[in-house]
């Protein structure tokens, strides 16, 4: 492999690459939802308070043993701490994850080019919608979600074009797709901010929004916005264990995680000033602020009583496309770097071997929403936990204490005050809030 397909080019397109892995349908279509549920600001500030006290430090520890370890998830455990062998488990269950993860997201991502293309086309607004009712647009989601070859047909497409990415490997392939994806990215949830504050009801959306009502916090939605910032950072996937290994020596980590985290609340803070005022003002609240009901239902009944519903529609299509693929390419990668790195196989060779099962799998996985649910749970409810319990215990406990100042100072030659703090909860407070996250649904 050639040096430049094991190091990011430039340290914005390592940024953009991190960014587009963290902005995702997690983002997007689960922090609005989220945030209804648990008391609009209130489930907010949880989420940022949840992000800045254990997002960041876990995310440390995984881009501590990945940049150490500058190989893949599974081999990064033992190149750390080779006496540990053992493990190198740990790793494997976040390949296993990223898999199976990578397996529905790709029918998600589907979803989101279905609608593109349905956008563009001019599909989606066809036949009666001059006198919207939900009923309308919730068929056309039956039609598009679940009806037979089409979501089998855009899952199918999607795998392509993530194999067509990463075949072009990591400067290449994923980084120049993210330093042109995530700048189009932040220009259309601008525009959207913008179009939405000046809707008739803004005012009511944005108080409904950032007035916390505390009264609607319980600890299950403590517990939820716990989870909501472990997903949306992309944590216990392998993935920013595997990013971080392309990162060159002289990244500040602190600093990367800090941007990192900052644009991932960024853009769920304006998902939610787009999405508040535009249901308010439509009279939409009741129809579901829900995940896929809200995206694909409710934002269409949005559109067409704007003026261009055409040019809003399929701006936003493209903006869920592109938080998409940069999140199906990352999680993708980890399978393959691993593949690769394990098997010994060219690029070529691993991305073939990663993305022709991905493909027969994701093509079932579209036609059947039992699969589908059952991957979702287990992954994100079960795997995803376990994997960042047992690199939060390996980081703090297993690994040379040295792994973390060295990674954290680049070996000395700058300085870290937060690395105390850091290891802490790494080694006490992760661990038990993230177990606590796993059992809950025991509770
Ligand atoms: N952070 C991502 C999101 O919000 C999580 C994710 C990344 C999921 C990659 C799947 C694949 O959607």
Redesign the pocket.
């Given at each position: 492999m050639s040096a430049g397909d094991t190091q990011f080019f430039s340290k914005i397109g390592l940024i953009a690459a991190t960014v587009g892995?963290?902005?995702?349908?997690?983002?997007?279509w689960?922090f609005p939802a989220e945030a209804q549920a648990g008391g609009g600001a209130a489930f907010l500030v949880l989420y940022i308070l949840c992000v800045l006290i254990l997002g960041i430090p876990v995310m440390l520890a995984e881009f501590s043993l990945g940049r150490a370890g500058r190989t893949d998830a599974i081999g990064s455990f033992s190149a750390v701490s080779p006496k540990h062998k053992k493990w190198s488990c740990v790793g494997g269950l976040a390949v296993v994850t990223?898999f199976l993860?990578?397996i529905f997201?790709m029918v998600v991502a589907g979803w989101t080019l279905e609608y593109l293309f349905e956008s563009l086309s001019g599909g989606l607004y066809s036949g009666n919608t001059a006198n919207p009712s939900s009923e309308v647009f919730a068929t056309k989601m039956e039609t598009y979600i679940s009806g037979g070859w089409h979501p089998l047909i855009f899952t199918v497409v999607m795998v392509l074009i993530n194999l067509a990415i990463l075949l072009g490997g990591v400067t290449k392939g994923i980084e120049r797709l993210s330093n042109i994806l995530m700048p189009l990215l932040f220009v259309i949830l601008l525009a959207f901010c913008i179009v939405s504050l000046t809707l008739p009801k803004a005012g009511e959306g944005l108080v409904y929004f950032f007035r916390p009502d505390f009264s609607r916090v319980t600890p299950s939605v403590i517990l939820s916005a716990l989870g909501q910032a472990f997903?949306?950072?992309?944590l216990g996937?392998g993935?920013l264990l595997t990013y971080s290994s392309y990162y060159p020596p002289e990244t500040r980590l602190v600093r990367t995680a800090g941007t990192v985290s900052f644009l991932?609340i960024l853009v769920a803070v304006m998902m939610g000033i787009i999405i508040f005022p535009a249901v308010m003002s439509f009279g939409l609240a009741d129809h579901g602020v829900a995940g896929t009901t809200l995206v694909f239902s409710t934002l269409p009944e949005v559109f067409v009583r704007l003026p261009l519903t055409w040019l809003w529609s399929s701006l936003f299509f493209l903006l869920l496309t592109i938080?998409?693929l940069t999140?199906?390419v990352?999680?993708a990668e980890v399978v393959i770097r691993c593949v690769q790195d394990r098997l010994k196989l060219s690029r070529r060779a691993a991305c073939y071997w990663v993305m022709v099962p991905i493909l027969v799998l994701s093509s079932v996985c579209s036609l059947s929403m039992g699969m589908f649910n059952f991957l979702d749970f287990l992954t994100a409810e079960i795997l995803l936990p376990i994997a960042a319990i047992g690199v939060c215990v390996f980081v703090g406990w297993i690994a040379p204490k040295s792994l973390l100042t060295n990674q954290l100072t680049n070996d000395g030659s700058i300085r870290s005050r937060i690395i105390g703090l850091c290891l802490f909860i790494i080694r006490y407070v992760a661990p038990a809030l993230i177990f606590l996250v796993l059992i809950s649904p025991l509770l």
């Open positions: 892995s963290a902005v995702g349908l997690g983002n997007i689960r990223a993860i990578a997201y997903f949306s950072l992309s996937m993935i991932s938080a998409a999140s199906t990352s999680i």
